[in-house]
């Protein structure tokens, strides 16, 4: 019922800043929670941040937790994500995705019903 489009990635040196987007269309994220995850080739998906729509909670990693911060923008329906402080082991493709659960563990990948095609970043040393 929503599409999800991510944008922001591309090559960026250690220690610098990139902010990704997700944006949604066909639909508003309103009755969403969106999380952000992240595959590296040869790796599992892995978790990397949470927010309920609604409320603005957060939930992170915890080993991303304080470089990175994830948001959304009611006005142009988006969740967002800033990265900070980048590593080499940033380094994958991260996708949006979308669930309409309102329970569950937020960092397993079977409560999403919805994701993104990715968008590939790329740290360098």
């Known amino acids: 019922q929503v599409q999800l489009v991510e944008s922001g990635g591309g090559l960026v040196q250690a220690g610098g800043s990139l902010r990704l987007s997700c944006a949604a269309s066909?639909?508003?994220?309103?009755?969403?929670?969106l999380g952000w995850f992240r595959q590296a080739p040869g790796k599992e998906r892995e978790f990397v941040a949470h927010?309920?729509?609604?409320?603005?909670?957060?939930y992170y990693a915890n080993s991303l937790k304080g470089r990175f911060i994830i948001s959304r923008d009611n006005a142009k329906n988006t969740v967002d994500l800033q990265m900070n402080g980048l590593k080499p082991e940033d380094t994958a493709v991260y996708y949006c995705a979308a669930t309409t659960l309102t329970y569950g563990s937020v960092n397993e990948e079977s409560i999403y019903d919805y994701w993104g095609q990715g968008t590939q970043v790329t740290v360098s040393s």
């Open positions: 927010i309920r729509w609604s409320s603005g909670n957060t």
């Open positions: 066909g639909r508003t994220f309103r009755t969403y929670n």
